[in-house]
Every structure is written in structure tokens, then in C-alpha cells.
């Protein structure tokens, strides 16, 4: 099971530390990306930690903004979200990422972000 | 960047019936690094195929895939209640890293 929390309302330029929290499987032995999806809209792959905070990779859209970090003895993941405008607006996922053939397993049921003055 | 190109954008079907999904890459991908998602009304996405063509744990056999290159498809043999959901398809290995079609919603 994954669980995210920290979403809410924010205005713009503001900041937002979203977690991800694992259960009922080993954390530590699995990748985690975070997808988000805007209000009736696609998905979007943003970034994957790996299994330790030495190797993460960001998408474009939000390098030099998100960053992501773990610690697997909470069995958390965190996205540090800085800089945001309102087209960071979307329900942000977590899920587990296979690292040999790169899917999303295990999905959380998301956090909602708004951005909004 | 790789874009994904999912058709058609809405699949008008009744239960029971075939439906056949499509996903078009602007460049050739890896099959071993093609996926399909179901994502039903309100719920977060769920595995349903990797690599290409591979079923995720507990998906039914009416779902399959195939493709190779830049042309890849979901089958749904005998559409049950259940199915009519929006489909995504999505890759790894380009630019940006992983990517997503913009989906087929099944109603």
C-alpha cells in the first residue's frame, strides 16, 4: 500500500513537501516515481528516487524545482516542491517503478495540489 | 521526445464487444519498455501490461497487447462492466525519460 499526504492549496511561487508512505512490502528494494495529473487531463511522469537518495532523475518540466528524497526507515518518499505556479495544479501519485523494465506497480490514490491566489 | 500517440481518443462499445486500442510512437521504443494502464472513474491508474505484452499480476486474460517499433496495441477481447475506463499507454527510454499517451477512453 502507498499513501500520499501533503497536498493542499498553495499560492503561487509558494512551496509544498508531498510524502509518499509505504506499507505491507519491503520499501527499500523498490524504485518511486511520482506522476501527477492535471484536472482532466494525461498523466505525467515528474521524477524516480532510487534506493537511496544518490540517484534520482527529474522530467524537464520540473528540474531545478522538485526534489526528491527517501528515508527507507520511515518507509517514506518526499517530493520538495518549490517555485509553484498554477500549472503544477493536479493530483500528484506516487507508485513503485520496476527498475528492470520500468512500469509503475504499485500506485497511491493520490494527493491533490492546488496552486491558486 | 518521444511522443505517444494513443487512438482513437473515444471507443463507443457495448459489453461484450472487441475493442482495439492503439498507441503510435514518434520514435521506435524498446517493447520491453511499453506499458498499458486502466485508470477507472475517480481511482489512480493501474498496471494492467508490461513489457509489451506481459500481464500484470490478476489481470484477465481478455486483455492482451502486442507491437514492436513505433506501433503497439491493447485488445480487449469481450468487454465486461468493468472495462469502460480510460486506457494509457506509456515508455521508457526516451526524452523525457518515461512518458505517457494522452488515452483512450473505452465508454
Known amino acids: 500500500l502507498l499513501v500520499e499526504s501533503g497536498g493542499g492549496l498553495v499560492k503561487p511561487g509558494g512551496s509544498l513537501r508531498l510524502s509518499c508512505d509505504g506499507s505491507?512490502?519491503?520499501?527499500?528494494?523498490?524504485?518511486v516515481s511520482w506522476i501527477r495529473q492535471a484536472p482532466g487531463k494525461g498523466l505525467q511522469w515528474l521524477s524516480y528516487?532510487?534506493?537511496?537518495?544518490?540517484?534520482?532523475k527529474y522530467a524537464e518540466s520540473v528540474k531545478g524545482r522538485f526534489t526528491l528524497s527517501r528515508d527507507n526507515a520511515q518507509r517514506s518518499v518526499f517530493l520538495q516542491m518549490n517555485s509553484l505556479t498554477d500549472e503544477d495544479t493536479a493530483i500528484y501519485y506516487c507508485?513503485?517503478?520496476?527498475?528492470?523494465?520500468?512500469?509503475?506497480?504499485?500506485w497511491g490514490r493520490g494527493t491533490l495540489v492546488t496552486v491558486s491566489s | 521526445e518521444i511522443v505517444l500517440t494513443q487512438s482513437p481518443g473515444t471507443l463507443s462499445l457495448s459489453p461484450g464487444e472487441r475493442a482495439t486500442l492503439s498507441c503510435r510512437a514518434s520514435?521506435?521504443?524498446?517493447?520491453?519498455?511499453l506499458a498499458w494502464y486502466q485508470q477507472r472513474l475517480g481511482q489512480a491508474p493501474k498496471i494492467l501490461i508490461y513489457s509489451g505484452s506481459t500481464r500484470a499480476t490478476g489481470i484477465p486474460d481478455r486483455f492482451s497487447a502486442s507491437g514492436s517499433g513505433t506501433y503497439f496495441k491493447l485488445i480487449i477481447s469481450r468487454l465486461e462492466p468493468e472495462d469502460f475506463a480510460v486506457y494509457y499507454c506509456?515508455?521508457?527510454?526516451?526524452?523525457?525519460?518515461?512518458?505517457f499517451g494522452a488515452g483512450t477512453k473505452v465508454e
Open positions: 520514435q521506435s521504443v524498446d517493447s520491453s519498455y
Open positions: 528516487i532510487g534506493f537511496s537518495n544518490s540517484e534520482t
Open positions: 505491507g512490502f519491503t520499501f527499500g528494494d523498490y524504485y
Open positions: 507508485a513503485t517503478t520496476s527498475v528492470t523494465t520500468w512500469y509503475f506497480d504499485l
Open positions: 506509456q515508455q521508457y527510454g526516451g526524452s523525457p525519460l518515461m512518458t
